[in-house]
């Protein structure tokens, strides 16, 4: 048995050693989609705004623009737009940045289904911003500030409406959480029968035992994952955290899982945290990619 639980433990420390050419990957950026209803039928520019008066007049270094992107502009409307902007905010687009770059749509993007989207990215998106448009006929509108709860999220802005709203960061954790320990409860269930645990007792000790270790980290992925991105560095703690859990679930099912030997119980917690390791490292970043999508 000692064997098998060093062969347990191998293969998911090869599997950790197999993310390392995952690491050139610098990680995902910041990104903020603005999601406009009832948007203007006429041309308009919606360009985020940040905190603090725009400090680098005239420096090109710090534009957000280039001359290329700059020169297929309206330049009214651009000089509107900066003319709008409140006091103590800069515009990020038009005007340009105070620190980090970021890259955006002016313009936006019609998608055809009446909502029309302006995406935003990289490390200079502010955490604390407003929404401002301005449209062609001379009409100006911005947002209350509003704050960017995740790496990547949304915020919907009803033009009709005058209103500005970003979901619940709450309901992103909680739906990143039910992603990650739902799919290690089903797999790690299902091999719980085949092994041949019927009993209740088997079924409760499992479900407490997965709680406490798969839970735990399924609340700590949550955070990490939403506010961090999935990168190569995060699957490299990633496996060792896995490997800590399939001690600690092969020491507890060693002595709780009494119906049948205890062998066969250190062995299902070898094989249920090798598979459950493997499918949520496939499936971390699609899961996640799909919150973002819906949040």
């Not at 770059?101 to 407003?130: A, K, M």
Request: hydrophobic share 45%; glycine share 8%.
């Amino acid at each position: 048995m000692k064997k098998s639980l060093r062969t347990g433990i191998l293969l998911l420390l090869t599997m950790v050693l197999l993310t390392v050419s995952a690491l050139a990957d610098t990680g995902p950026k910041p990104k903020l989609t603005v999601k406009v209803e009832n948007a203007p039928e006429e041309l308009y520019y919606l360009d985020l705004l940040a905190e603090g008066e725009y400090e680098h007049e005239g420096d090109s270094d710090f534009s957000s623009l280039s001359d290329e992107e700059r020169a297929a502009l309206d330049g009214e409307l651009l000089d509107a737009l900066r003319a709008a902007v409140p006091e103590g905010w800069h515009a990020c687009l038009a005007q340009g940045v105070n620190g980090p770059p970021i890259w955006g749509d002016l313009v936006g993007e019609d998608t055809g289904t009446g909502v029309r989207l302006h995406n935003f990215g990289y490390v200079g998106v502010p955490r604390t911003y407003r929404v401002l448009i301005v449209t062609e006929s001379g009409e100006s509108w911005v947002s209350d500030v509003l704050h960017r709860a995740t790496l990547q999220s949304s915020v919907t802005v009803d033009w009709a409406a005058k209103t500005a709203a970003a979901p619940s960061a709450g309901m992103a954790y909680a739906l990143q959480f039910l992603c990650t320990l739902l799919p290690t409860l089903l797999i790690e269930g299902a091999l719980l029968l085949l092994y041949g645990y019927r009993s209740r007792r088997s079924w409760l000790v499992f479900l407490l035992v997965n709680l406490v270790t798969q839970g735990a980290f399924a609340v700590y992925l949550a955070v990490t994952v939403l506010n961090h991105g999935v990168s190569g560095w995060s699957l490299l703690f990633y496996f060792p955290a896995e490997v800590v859990i399939t001690v600690v679930e092969s020491l507890l099912y060693r002595r709780l899982l009494t119906e049948r030997s205890w062998e066969r119980a250190v062995g299902y917690a070898i094989v249920a945290n090798v598979c459950s390791a493997t499918v949520g490292a496939l499936l971390i970043d699609p899961l996640w990619q799909f919150i973002v999508s819906i949040s």
